[in-house]
Structure formats: structure tokens, C-alpha cells
């Protein structure tokens, strides 16, 4: 049985989503080195990133219309409302996901030397095209289609981005990842992953994502505050056996499931944003930009959905 194509759709997303870090420099404009970044637009590498963005465009929409949309048949473009399933931790995902895409665009193109309100704009457009692009393959499949609600998350993603971007050339709130490992998994390992790192990206009982603010950029720059240190929201949701909701037995075996109940939760928080503290080692600059996107471990404030109010020594 072929397993849902949005939990394909999200494989890619996150996938890229885990790749980012590696391949972006950073967003803190003095996080960088000296001369890494022409004054002027510099043609061969403005020829070398829209070569590398167009291709890898070409070559991942290919791929993905191989290996995923071959089999399905194809149908009149139709539309398909999502927007219930998976108690919303999905779609935040594709907030995250059109967040980062805005980011890596933008970061390439301001590289070769272009100013940054072109670099913004132009990395949201292949953002928002990326994303765009994999709905409209949705609506002409069969058994799937086109999500407004897909659509809407990917351009408030690359939209927070943006905003950020023209107004403060920085990127003082962030999105952020955090997963832990749940007991839900073992119950459906062909929905939720079998394995650990299947389960990183389709068990969304673990999921929690964030958003990160940096506190010392809306404060005077004289200050004495840290300014690596960050305040954070976050969201999840547990108890999700499939998408709309849980099944009552295993249609296979005939065995029950657990009885769980899907409840969401909210979450506050302290965070760091590595990209801010100052250091001379190569080294740990690259740490700090490979893990930039993970929300940093710290005692946090849980709200969930059935009334109570937790505190977590640590939360990840």
C-alpha cells in the first residue's frame, strides 16, 4: 500500500529543511569574514548560483515527479482540503519549510553581490515557486490535489522572512526545530517510521516548532544584555495516529490500538541564537551555522489543549 503522498511531500520539505544550515552562511551580516561578499555584484557568481538554482530546480522536480507522482494516474487539476489533518503541526511545517527555502535564496543571492532588497525578494520568489510548484503536481494526481492551505503556510513562511528582511536586514525572529522520540511510532511504523530517522521526519507526535526571538535586537546597542540570548514560542500536538484520527484496530493484524487522546500543545522558552556569540574559530562558526536551526534544549513552560500546565526541567 502506498503511504500518503503529503508525508512524501514533507519528507522533501524537511529533508531540505535539514540541508539548509549547511549550505547558508548565516544572518547576523557580522557573522561573516572579511571580503567573503563582493561590493558589487560579481557576474560569475550571479551566473554560478542561478545556474546551480535553476538546475537543482529542474533536476528536483524531476526526481520528485519520478519517484512519487509516476505511479499515480493523473486527473482534471482538483483540490483537496487538508487543513484538519495532523492537528496542524503539518502545516506549521510548511511555514518553516518556505521560511528557510526565502532564507537559502536569499542568502545565495546576496553572495554573488546583489543588494539585499533584490536578494530578499528574488529568494522569496523561488521560495514561494519551489513550494508551488510540488501543489500543482498534487492537483493533477489522482487520490490528491491542489491545497490552498499548503499554499497559504508556504507564503507565511517565506513572508516572515521577507518582512524581516526589508525592514531590519536581519532575521530577528526565527523559525525554529526541536524532536523527540514518542511512543506513538510503534504503533503504526509504516505511517509514523520504523526507524529513527524516519521517524525524525514523519512521526509528528514529536515535532515542535518554534519561534525564536532575539531579544537584544530591539534594544539599544550599547547594552550589557546577551545578545545571543532568545525567548521562544513553540507548538506541537501528541496523541496522532493518523491524520484526521486515530484508528480503533490494526486493519491488518485485527489487534486494537491504544486508546490516545490527540490534545495540542503550546510552549515558552528560552533559546540561543548561535549565530550571535562571538567566537574566532572557524570551527565552531560552523557548528554554529549547521546547528542554527535547531531550538537549544532549556527549561520550558508547557499549555496543552487538555487544561494543563506543565513544566519541563528540559524540553526538547
Do not use: C
Not at 537543482?56 to 494516474?73: F, N, Q, V
Not at 502545516?91 to 543571492?109: N, V
Not at 509504516?190 to 521517524?199: P, T
Amino acid at each position: 500500500m502506498a503511504q500518503p503522498l503529503y508525508f512524501s511531500r514533507m519528507r522533501l520539505a524537511s529533508f531540505i529543511l535539514l540541508l539548509i544550515p549547511l549550505l547558508t552562511f548565516g544572518q547576523n551580516l557580522d557573522f561573516y569574514p572579511d571580503g567573503w561578499r563582493p561590493e558589487t555584484v560579481h557576474k560569475g557568481r550571479k551566473i554560478g548560483v542561478m545556474s546551480v538554482g535553476l538546475g537543482g530546480y529542474a533536476l528536483g522536480m524531476t526526481g520528485l515527479y519520478t519517484l512519487w507522482y509516476s505511479d499515480h494516474e493523473s486527473q482534471s487539476f482538483g483540490t483537496f482540503d487538508d487543513n484538519a489533518e495532523w492537528e496542524g503541526v503539518d502545516k506549521i511545517g510548511h511555514i518553516q519549510t518556505g521560511y528557510y527555502l526565502a532564507h537559502l535564496g536569499h542568502e545565495a543571492l546576496w553572495w554573488t553581490g546583489m543588494n539585499n532588497k533584490n536578494s530578499a525578494i528574488w529568494g522569496s520568489v523561488y521560495s514561494v515557486g519551489f513550494m508551488t510548484t510540488i501543489e500543482i503536481f498534487d492537483g493533477f494526481s489522482t487520490g490528491y490535489g491542489f491545497s490552498w492551505g499548503d499554499i497559504a503556510a508556504n507564503t507565511l513562511g517565506t513572508g516572515l522572512f521577507l518582512a524581516q528582511q526589508l525592514t531590519w536586514k536581519e532575521q530577528r525572529f526565527q523559525m525554529k526545530f526541536s524532536y523527540h522520540a514518542t511512543e506513538y511510532a510503534q504503533y503504526r511504523p509504516e505511517l509514523l517510521g520504523s526507524s529513527w530517522n524516519e521517524r525524525l521526519l514523519k512521526d509528528y507526535n514529536g515535532h515542535t516548532y518554534w519561534l525564536s526571538m532575539n531579544l537584544s535586537s530591539f534594544m539599544r546597542r550599547e547594552t550589557r544584555f546577551p545578545k545571543w540570548l532568545n525567548v521562544a514560542v513553540g507548538y506541537g500536538a501528541e496523541g496522532m495516529l493518523g491524520g484526521h484520527e486515530n484508528p480503533v484496530f490494526d486493519e491488518e493484524t485485527g489487534e486494537p490500538y491504544p486508546e490516545f487522546e490527540r490534545y495540542r500543545k503550546g510552549f515558552l522558552s528560552l533559546d540561543v541564537d548561535l549565530k550571535r556569540i562571538k567566537t574566532r574559530s572557524k570551527f565552531l562558526k560552523g557548528t554554529f551555522i549547521v546547528l542554527s536551526f535547531i531550538k537549544i534544549p532549556f527549561p520550558t513552560l508547557e499549555v496543552n489543549s487538555r487544561g494543563k500546565v506543565i513544566f519541563h526541567p528540559i524540553y526538547f
